[in-house]
T-cell receptor, first 112, second 116 residues
Framework: KQEVTQIPAALSVPEGENLVLNCSFT??????LQWFRQDPGKGLTSLLL?????REQTSGRLNASLDKSSGRSTLYIAASQPGDSATYLC???????????FGAGTILRVKS | NAGVMQNPRHLVRRRGQEARLRCSPM?????VYWYRQLPEEGLKFMVY????????ESGMPKERFSAEFPKEGPSILRIQQVVRGDSAAYFC??????????????FGSGTQLSVL
């Protein structure tokens, strides 16, 4: 059974810092991995999707890496801003099905 | 192109009543997924549907919960005889046909169900 863990559970940083969010998964048979952002009381916004054959994806100040064999992904946020404050969710899609398995998320607060 | 639309945004029910949650997928999307998010927990998969078919309902409780995605109209998640433990945010997501590796899920804003 696939399990996804995110560390840390919460993170508070001053504006301008570079930061790393971690995601690990127990079953390396994944189809892809997706990072989402969730704002309070709102839905999820897809940030980056990494195919199982890829090592990383970049979008603006965000960079996500994938090490499938070790069951790890990281989301790197450069020059953090208060507007980055949100919950960040990692989700994997297994090879054998269509549903996503989510981690519990990292709550990020960027202080101005 | 409107995103995934869920309604209502907030739904309050008393114990024993029925709750009906609606989801209209993005235009051109024929796959719908329902997820539930309990307070301070991650999203848990409930059910995956294609038009008129339930593909995977392994995450849905066997009793009181049902889902449908008719040929015409939105997908409906129905909870009968609600209990306080059903209080949660229910999210719907949709994706286009096919299973390309670049296929993202697009989520709605969710329905917050509160059972009194």
């Amino acid at each position: 059974k696939q399990e996804v863990t995110q560390i840390p559970a919460a993170l508070s940083v001053p504006e301008g810092e570079n930061l790393v969010l971690n995601c690990s998964f127990t079953d390396s048979a994944i189809y892809n991995l997706q990072w989402f952002r969730q704002d309070p009381g709102k839905g999820l916004t897809s940030l980056l999707l990494i195919q199982s054959s890829q090592r990383e994806q970049t979008s603006g100040r965000l960079n996500a890496s994938l090490d499938k064999s070790s069951g790890r992904s990281t989301l790197y946020i450069a020059a953090s801003q208060p507007g980055d404050s949100a919950t960040y969710l990692c989700a994997v899609r297994p090879d054998y099905g269509n549903k996503l398995v989510f981690g519990a998320g990292t709550i990020l607060r960027v202080k101005s | 192109n409107a995103g995934v639309m869920q309604n209502p945004r907030h739904l309050v029910r008393r114990r024993g009543q029925e709750a009906r949650l609606r989801c209209s997928p993005m235009k051109g999307h024929s796959h719908v997924y329902w997820y539930r998010q309990l307070p301070e927990e991650g999203l848990k998969f409930m059910v995956y549907l294609q038009k008129e078919n339930i593909i995977d309902e392994s995450g849905m409780p066997k009793e009181r919960f049902s889902a449908e995605f008719p040929k015409e109209g939105p997908s409906i998640l129905r909870i009968q005889q609600v209990v306080r433990g059903d209080s949660a945010a229910y999210f719907c997501a949709s994706s286009p046909p096919g299973r390309g590796a670049n296929e993202k899920l697009f989520f709605g804003s969710g329905t917050q169900l509160s059972v009194l």
